[in-house]
């Protein structure tokens, strides 16, 4: 049963696994005393657009922690710019959007054609494909469209959203316009994103769970399908994760995701349940629990192996990102119990069914 | 069928109704100019603290927006005062708690028999009462044992609840003590409020939903439930809310209440499926909804009475709280419209039947 290819593409196309395949979201991050280093002498925006800089902190955090696979460093916000749009990033405070997007005269005036200028990202990945040399896959990813257009309307991160679904609300067909130019966009960068080797791509629509199932499924859902499917042409899987999502997975699974992202909240057997077993689904340990005592951690990666239940397609990750505090140490076992955890898991399964 | 009891009454016990009963989570506050006056002229804590003005500001809301229940103005975190903690308000920052939970000797220092000190909220009770008189039934509330140790901890709001989680996950013990002292506080603070005429209690779990449904099911539930319990014993029922609940229904409902409130994320249908249609339900607009033009509000008012489908037990209201800057002409003309269709949808329904 064990083939050549990764465990990791292998659990995107529900196919056997020796173990679980693990990574985590924002696995490179502030928590990492290496990226830290780097993050001292250049700031967020520069790492990203430097492809050495973007692979390094790529790699180390990739192979430091021994996870399944290697998600490319880069910022959601990134497709903003060659929109027009300007970003910066204050010390603690995430993303800060000048001139957030109040009128139709700047819907208007964003630029789609700008999507080569995103060409670092790419040059980032072919970096990372050539360290790893098929040992460990790559994986791309882009905002979805609603989520970028939220940090774009309400000018950062949002309580409420109240700007964002006020312009779904009172002005569907400018709002539609929108979300087309930022497929217009995200569509060629995702596609040079493969070009350049990402082996998956993760589709971040991290704050569709604001939304009401209607809403998303109306004026949300056709948009990222669209991207799902440009980047299924090309023969490689789509993970689509949002956080909150438990009104949303049915819709979600309409746009046709390989793996579905699920965060904490619903537990993995019941989010089964409600897409009937088809994708694959990717989660789901609370990034908090990574700050519990050892026993307590391990307790809860059991847990959710448990609830996976050595499902076929079962990708380990956290439900949300990795946060800045987090114990290096406690990450890094829980790599460890994953692979042993669920390595005796499907031996158990294996002698039971054989 | 129609009786002298009011309908918010009526429909907590999941009895027939004329029309769908509805008010509004922060009814009295700040997107009314009435309540600004007040406020400009005393402190959030001063109000509260003077039941002439808390009644005062409870009913004009009532009455200027025609709603079927009076909930009482006061502020989730008045118990915390006589535990012997120090809160404040700033502006626009929301509450703000001095010396934040973080050490066992500091849980330990809690005071748990000053109940009594919140007798101002039961004194307001008794004026609203008298001055409805029966016409319109009045609601007491509290913030549920979680949600209120989260702020303890966190010393405000939070985003990630890392410091409450990693209680709950490091000292069960430490936190099973909390819960027991809040338990300890809350009820008689409840009890009071029945006393002093609340007809119904809302129990305020607002942040329960970022926890996993074990996390909730062991560490929160059984200390809501006892709550939830002694008042029933008094023969008032209880409204069990939180928000981003949609993994924990089945949990709370275990609790017990007569009522669940579910936020907009959660069709009302799926959430009545979810608990094998026994509780009532609240809920469940946006209230970001209420930002929209007239005519997609309505078309969303009659979107939530639809799924409703004129089930017995609905109370119309939001899926959280009236937000600062929403228009009062809109809230006023989705109570207008809540009767007016739901109404109309009672009337089918007895057609049909009859």
Chains 1, 2 share one sequence.
Not at 124 to 151: C, D, E, K, Q, W
Not at 229 to 252: D, E
Request: charged share 25%.
């Amino acid at each position: 049963m064990p083939d050549s290819r990764p465990r990791f593409l292998r659990a995107c196309r529900r196919e056997p696994v020796d173990s679980t395949p693990v990574w985590f979201m924002r696995q490179a991050g502030r928590y990492l005393p290496e990226y830290r280093a780097v993050r001292e002498r250049h700031g967020l925006l520069e790492i990203c657009k430097r492809p050495e800089l973007a692979a390094e902190v790529t790699v180390t955090a990739a192979e430091k922690l021994g996870v399944d696979a290697a998600i490319i460093f880069a910022d959601l916000l990134l497709p903003l710019e060659p929109m027009g749009m300007k970003l910066r990033f204050e010390a603690g405070e995430g993303p800060v959007i000048e001139e957030p997007l109040q009128t139709e005269k700047q819907i208007a005036r964003l630029k789609t054609d700008g999507a080569g200028e995103l060409a670092y990202v790419g040059e980032a990945i072919r970096r990372v494909r050539r360290h790893f040399n098929g040992r460990l896959p790559v994986i791309g990813f882009a905002g979805a469209p609603f989520t970028l257009a939220s940090y774009m309307i309400e000018g950062g991160g949002s309580r409420h959203y109240v700007a964002t679904k006020s312009l779904m609300a009172s002005a569907p067909d400018l709002w539609a316009g929108l979300m087309d130019k930022l497929c217009a966009v995200l569509e060629p960068y995702l596609l040079a994103q493969v070009e350049a080797g990402a082996e998956a791509v993760q589709l971040f629509d991290s704050w569709a769970g604001c939304l009401a199932a209607d809403d998303y499924a109306q004026q949300v859902l056709p948009y990222s399908r669209r991207l799902i499917q440009a980047v299924q042409a090309r023969g490689v899987p789509v993970i689509h994760f949002a956080t909150n999502s438990a009104g949303l997975l049915g819709a979600m699974q309409e746009a046709g995701a390989e793996v579905l992202g699920v965060d904490w909240r619903l537990p993995l057997a019941r989010a089964w349940e409600e897409v009937g077993f088809r994708p694959a689904i990717q989660g789901n340990l609370d990034p908090v629990a990574l700050f519990a005592p050892a026993a307590e951690l391990r307790r809860r990666v059991e847990a959710v192996l448990e609830q996976a239940g050595g499902r076929l397609g079962h990708i380990f990750n956290l439900g949300h990102g990795i946060l800045p505090e987090t114990p290096v140490e406690n990450v890094q076992a829980v790599v460890r119990w994953v692979r042993e955890i669920s390595a005796a898991q499907q031996e158990r399964l294996r002698s039971r069914h054989g």
